[in-house]
């Protein structure tokens, strides 16, 4: 079945950087677009960004456009987020997440999420 | 940007009744609205696509409806494990970008 697991998260002091990484499995990974969304402690879901299967398209929410890099190595099966000059209120629960295939429409929802990694932006 | 409410934002029920959760969208949406269930600990998961359509594996008691603008997801005869926080999801928007719903916690009575 399909699974989805983050790693990389931890705590880490304002201004420095992590980067987490998604890997999956059970399912062809180049052949499906893929997005980072997080969780704030006591928030909703933020969406943060998305890669096209193969890379070539990348949108990232306003929020963490120039600090924060989606990206994958689909010679891995794993998607990755580097995220620089880190914040306090970037502290949050990080999921993977995959988006459906054409099968589910023109349009795809996203169809399945990994557990999350917690990320701490403390001193 | 387009902005998702929802309401209520706690529903308390009894095990056995039925649930309505509301999803207003600022502007159209078309169909391009899910559902989606997060309890603590575990991975969401997706239970509505295309406003009405059930994703695989999602029982029956779960239904979605509306387009455009307003949407309602419908829990029929709630069992113990469908107490947790519904996010309504549009992803509708050129260039893509996606937003969420603030949720709706559906706890016990």
């Known amino acids: 079945q399909v699974q989805l697991v983050e790693s990389g998260g931890g705590v880490v002091q304002p201004g420095r950087s992590l980067r987490l990484s998604c890997a999956a499995s059970g399912f062809t990974f180049s052949t499906y677009a893929l997005h980072w969304v997080r969780q704030a402690p006591g928030k909703g879901l933020e969406w943060l960004a998305l890669i096209a299967l193969d890379g070539s398209n990348i949108n990232y929410a306003d929020s963490v456009k120039g600090r924060f890099t989606i990206s994958r190595d689909n010679s891995k099966n794993t998607l990755y987020l580097q995220m620089n000059s880190l914040r306090a209120e970037d502290t949050a629960v990080y999921y993977c997440?995959?988006?459906?295939?054409?099968?589910?429409?023109?349009?795809?929802?996203?169809?399945?999420w990994g557990q999350g990694t917690l990320v701490t932006v403390s001193s | 940007e387009i902005v998702l409410t929802q309401s209520p934002a706690t529903l308390s029920v009894s095990p056995g009744e039925s649930a309505t959760l509301s999803c207003r969208a600022s502007q159209s949406v078309r169909s391009n609205l899910a559902w989606h269930q997060l309890k603590p600990g575990q991975a969401p998961r997706l239970l509505v696509y295309g406003a009405s359509t059930r994703a695989t594996g999602i029982p029956a008691r779960f239904s979605g409806g509306g387009s455009g603008t307003d949407f309602t997801l419908t829990i029929s005869s709630l069992q113990s494990e469908d107490f947790a926080v519904y996010y309504c999801q549009q992803y509708d928007t050129w260039p893509r970008s996606f937003t969420f719903g603030p949720g709706t916690k559906v706890d016990i009575k």
């Open positions: 997440v995959r988006e459906g295939g054409l099968e589910m429409g023109p349009v795809p929802p996203f169809d399945h």
